[in-house]
Structure formats: structure tokens, C-alpha cells
């Protein structure tokens, strides 16, 4: 297993079901910004008029993931399926793994007393029985598709090899695990892409995957 999930973001309403269903399955305040998964905006004037454009995003579940390199305790660390999970027993809030991360993809849970991020609903749901997050499930416009990189026949490679897509920040080497798909509508795709963004096909972006897994897959622990 190698969980990942794809956003077909020109179809998000911003319309905040995806956090809510989130913050419900995960026991995190409501209302609390930025904490596991959130909607990111940008706006621009072209030619005069606004253009707004709605980012999903998320822990980036990375390959070769910063956050874990910098920890000192062991708290954050790399587990079975290619999640990033914090283990709050051992975190010391030292928070060097926040200043890690390019992604801005943790917080402080004020209850745990611990550094804590999305966990691609692995301890709630997938560990449970069900095939997906509970942000895919309550999405009302499909933005999110979780699946398995290994499985080439599953619906989320299959999805990757239909469509060119792009990751935030790569220049950082981090081979993050959110998967931007470009827009089908042109105008939207030139409008809601920055010009020095690199788009991938499934083929060129596998053999990235295929060596950060190589590289840290021994360091996966069992579940």
C-alpha cells in the first residue's frame, strides 16, 4: 500500500464539507482553522476581473518527508501503507517538525498537548474497513479520489494515467502525495497554474515515487 489522494480542485465550491466531515471523524474543534485539512484561496485580477481560485490541501503524506528527519523523539515517523504519523506519546512540542514542513500541515491539538496533522483517516476509517476519508465521502462535487499507488488497475492510478497533474512545492524533494489534476477546461487550467509549475504524467512521476519509497520504505513501521 502507498495511500495518496488526487484533487480534481476546478470542481471545489469551497463550500467547507470536506472540513467539517473531517474535524466530526477526528474529534478536532470546530471552527479551528487550518487543522488537518482546510481550503486554501488565491485571488487575481485578469483583464480586469477577479479570478478566484480554491486549493484543497492537506498533509502531503510525503515519500521522503522532512518532518521526519528533523524529529528527535521518533514522534513523527513513517508507517505501513506511506503515512506520516505522530505518535503524541512521544512528542515534546519542540515543533521542529512544524518549522519542517512546507506544507504548513501541522498544529497544536490543545487537548493532546502534542503536535498532531491529517493522518488520511487511516486510524478512523481505512484501519476500520472503509475504502476511503471521510473528506472524499462527504465531498459534494467529487474533488477527491484516495486510493493506493501501488495498485495499478485501482481507480486513482488509472485516474493519473488519464490526466497530466502537478504537486505543490517539488523543488522542495519532499515527493509529496497530493496529487493537483490539470483543469480539462483550458482557460481555467492557464488561469489556476503558475507558469513555473512542472505538470507530470503517471509515467515520469512513478519512477519519483518508486525511489523515495525505496529509500524510505525500511523505515515504515507496522501499524
Not at 62 to 79: N, Q, R
Not at 172 to 199: C, M, W
Amino acid at each position: 500500500m502507498n495511500y495518496a489522494i488526487a484533487f480534481d480542485y476546478q470542481n471545489c465550491i469551497n463550500c467547507k464539507a470536506c472540513e467539517v466531515a473531517c474535524k466530526e471523524q477526528n474529534n478536532v474543534q470546530l471552527g479551528a482553522d487550518k487543522q488537518r485539512i482546510w481550503v486554501g484561496q488565491t485571488e487575481q485580477m485578469i483583464l480586469d476581473r477577479l479570478y478566484v481560485n480554491f486549493y484543497p490541501s492537506q498533509c502531503n503524506h510525503c515519500l521522503d518527508a522532512p518532518c521526519v528527519e528533523v524529529c528527535p523523539t521518533g514522534a513523527s515517523h513513517f508507517v505501513d501503507g506511506g503515512l506520516v504519523f505522530v505518535d503524541h506519546k512521544k512528542c515534546i512540542l519542540c515543533k521542529g517538525c512544524m518549522e519542517a514542513c512546507p506544507y504548513d500541515a501541522r498544529f497544536v491539538d490543545d487537548e493532546k498537548l502534542a503536535v498532531d496533522k491529517c493522518t488520511f483517516c487511516y486510524d478512523t476509517r481505512i484501519s476500520k474497513g472503509y475504502d476511503t476519508t471521510a473528506c472524499q465521502a462527504t465531498c459534494p462535487t467529487k474533488v477527491r479520489l484516495f486510493g493506493d499507488l501501488d495498485d495499478e488497475n485501482g481507480e486513482l492510478v488509472q485516474l493519473l494515467k488519464k490526466r497530466k497533474f502537478f504537486v505543490l512545492k517539488e523543488n522542495e524533494g519532499t515527493v509529496p502525495k497530493l496529487f493537483y489534476l490539470v483543469p480539462q477546461n483550458e482557460k481555467y487550467a492557464e488561469d489556476s497554474i503558475g507558469h513555473n509549475t512542472r505538470l507530470h504524467t503517471w509515467d515520469d512521476f512513478k519512477p519519483v515515487i518508486e525511489a523515495a519509497k525505496a529509500k524510505r520504505s525500511k523505515q515504515w513501521k507496522k501499524l
